[in-house]
């Protein structure tokens, strides 16, 4: 029997940064569009990587996985500062947005949101429940670091960096942060998260948020240590910052703990992934649409 692929696209990270890539220095008159008039470079940008991903890590089951709804995310209706420093969305993504999951669903390819996650829950969950019943390989396809704590001997997270894409297993996550995969949300927790508006602790950066988790294991162990005063001294100085942030700590490893457990997807069978589709008719539907040019048999 040939080795399961599961493929899991981080679809709004995926589009957005086909965007952005491609719209840096234009006006928003001068970005491409098909027949329709419908905007397309990200859409392109997407669809383009779609396929060669299929090929490269010889996908046999596939999925795309979008935000629910932000303002019914339960993460914001808890913290109402989550991520609010966000600005609106340039038209011609949210154009795409919708237009790239009106052509995923002609295609066949399984997508989905949870009302009330992210992406990433969704990613999350499908990494524990699919392993636990089919044996194979699951890829991540996104730059968001946060999960990297979902990765494991059957989960790998695939990193688009300036030059490569870098395959993050467990090997390669410890010998580049010295910890293990599981303790990557206590680091998110202390450094925190501008970019998510997740606080952490003010006043504990990386020069010291690493060496804390990597000498006491994980928060809960942090804490104890420092009711006991038994901190070591190395770390004496961030005592007082670490007892004054430990509400906003808490709440940031809330934050930045991907739930894994969605009844959403664990209700799915695994075989709804399956990727039925060739990539001939993949490219087709995308030619159909004016976003790829048709493959010369």
């Given at each position: 029997?040939?080795?399961k692929?599961f493929?899991?696209i ?22 491409p ?9 990200a859409?392109r ?8 991903l299929i090929d ?5 089951d596939?999925?795309i996985?979008?935000?629910?709804k ?10 109402d500062?989550?991520k ?14 919708e237009?790239i ?24 969950t ?9 044996n194979?390989?699951?890829?991540i396809?996104?730059?968001d ?6 990765i494991?001997?059957n989960?790998a ?17 410890r010998?580049?942060?010295q ?41 809960q ?14 770390f004496?100085?961030y005592?007082?910052?670490l ?19 969605l009844?959403?997807?664990r209700?799915?069978?695994?075989e709804?992934?399956q990727?039925?589709?060739?990539q ?10 004016g976003?790829l040019?048709?493959r010369?048999?």
């Open positions: 029997m040939n080795e692929n493929l899991l981080d679809g709004f990270n995926l589009l957005s940064r086909g965007y952005f890539a491609t719209s840096y220095g234009r006006n928003i008159d001068e970005l569009k098909n027949s329709r008039g419908e905007y397309i470079n859409a940008v997407f669809w383009q990587k779609l396929q060669q490269t890590y010889a996908v046999t596939l999925s996985a979008w935000d629910g932000r303002s019914d995310i339960l993460r914001t209706q808890k913290y500062f989550y609010a420093q966000r600005s609106d969305l340039p038209e011609p993504l949210v154009d795409q947005y237009l999951k009106e052509l995923l669903m002609q295609a066949g390819i399984h997508q989905m949101d949870a009302p009330g996650y992210e992406a990433d829950d969704v990613i999350g499908w990494s524990r429940h699919w392993p636990s019943r089919v194979g390989n699951v890829w396809y996104s730059n670091k946060d999960m990297l704590q979902l494991n001997e989960v997270q695939v990193i688009a960096k300036k030059k490569e894409e870098v395959i993050y297993r467990p090997e390669l996550f010998q580049e942060f910890l293990e995969p599981s303790q990557w949300v206590d680091v998110k927790a202390l450094l925190g998260d501008p970019s998510d508006n997740i606080p952490g602790c003010p006043g504990v950066g990386e020069k010291s948020a690493y060496p804390l988790i990597q000498t006491y294991g994980d928060l162990t942090l804490y104890q240590v420092l009711a006991q005063g038994e901190l070591d001294e190395r004496k100085r005592k007082k910052k007892i004054e942030g430990e509400e906003k700590v808490n709440i940031s490893y809330e934050l930045a703990t991907i739930i894994t457990d009844d959403a997807v209700s799915l069978p695994a709804s992934v990727l039925g589709k060739s001939q008719e993949l490219q087709e539907k995308a030619a159909e649409r976003i040019t048709p010369r048999s």
